[in-house]
């Protein structure tokens, strides 16, 4: 069992910058394929990023190219999730979720263990 627990959402304006967290605990962390998922209110869970085990390759969705940055730090066992420019449609909860998978998934159902998520505000 992997542990996560995500951190680091709020209320913020749009333009602004936010840096999520994801913090995992029981099993080894670096063995794992983490990936960011985002929800908004009335609207299925959607893929946003995903970084391989050893943080040498990431994957984007095409709505946060340019905008987002994901990054992780094994010896910490933390995901983490770099947004920047932020938009009222970036407003969601945003989750982390761990997958056995060699190659970064976009499937929910790739993906093991998930956190409860965080909750990202964007006003106009």
């Known amino acids: 069992q992997v542990q996560l627990v995500e951190s680091g959402g709020g209320l913020v304006q749009a333009g602004d910058s936010l840096r999520l967290s994801c913090v995992a605990s029981?099993?080894?962390?670096?063995?794992?394929?983490m990936g960011w998922f985002r929800q908004a209110p009335g609207k299925e869970r959607e893929f946003v990023s995903g970084?391989?085990?050893?943080?040498?390759?990431?994957y984007y969705a095409d709505s946060v190219k340019g905008r987002f940055t994901c990054s992780r730090d094994n010896a910490k066992n933390t995901l983490y999730l770099q947004i920047h420019s932020l938009k009222p449609e970036d407003t969601a909860v945003y989750y982390c979720?761990?997958?056995?998978?060699?190659?970064?998934?976009?499937?929910?159902?790739?993906?093991?263990?998930w956190g409860q998520g965080t909750q990202v505000t964007v006003s106009s």
């Open positions: 979720a761990a997958s056995r998978a060699l190659v970064i998934p976009t499937t929910l159902d790739s993906y093991n263990y």
């Open positions: 029981g099993r080894t962390f670096s063995p794992y394929t």
């Open positions: 970084i391989n085990w050893r943080g040498s390759s990431t």
